[in-house]
């Protein structure tokens, strides 16, 4: 025998938590999570969420979003591609010693292992 059904968070109108509020797996068709819409190839397009989902005791809440008002995933243009490539290598190169190194220069330091080692 399965575990019981919660519904101590169906509150379809919104009368109860002011949101259209569903528990873990029971929200209607049509609507989904932030995750599920990125797996899709999708994103919100600009639209608030219609509903939540309360889990874990009402500790842990996901909002849904109408499936009919998703958009395509942006993708960054060569251009953008390009600057996001300079602006990683620059956390990679050292203010010291110039070099550019395997790993993101600690903050901490200013500057490589190798270069902080030496002082």
């Excluded at 995750?35 to 842990?60: E, N, S, T």
Aim: charged fraction near 20%.
């Amino acid at each position: 025998m399965g575990r019981p059904v919660v519904t101590n968070f169906y509150d379809p109108t919104g009368t109860r938590f002011g949101f259209p509020t569903y528990p873990y797996r029971m929200a209607p068709s049509g609507l989904a999570t932030l995750r599920q819409l990125r797996a899709a190839g999708l994103r919100p397009g600009g639209h608030d969420p219609v509903a939540q989902i309360f889990w874990r005791r009402g500790k842990r809440v996901a909002y849904l979003y109408r499936l009919d008002l998703a958009k395509p995933k942006r993708t960054a243009t060569p251009a953008q591609r390009e600057a996001i490539g300079k602006a990683l290598r620059a956390r990679r190169t050292c203010a010291v010693c110039g070099l550019v190194r395997p790993y993101y220069i600690p903050h901490r330091y200013g500057c490589c292992l190798d270069c902080h080692g030496g002082h």
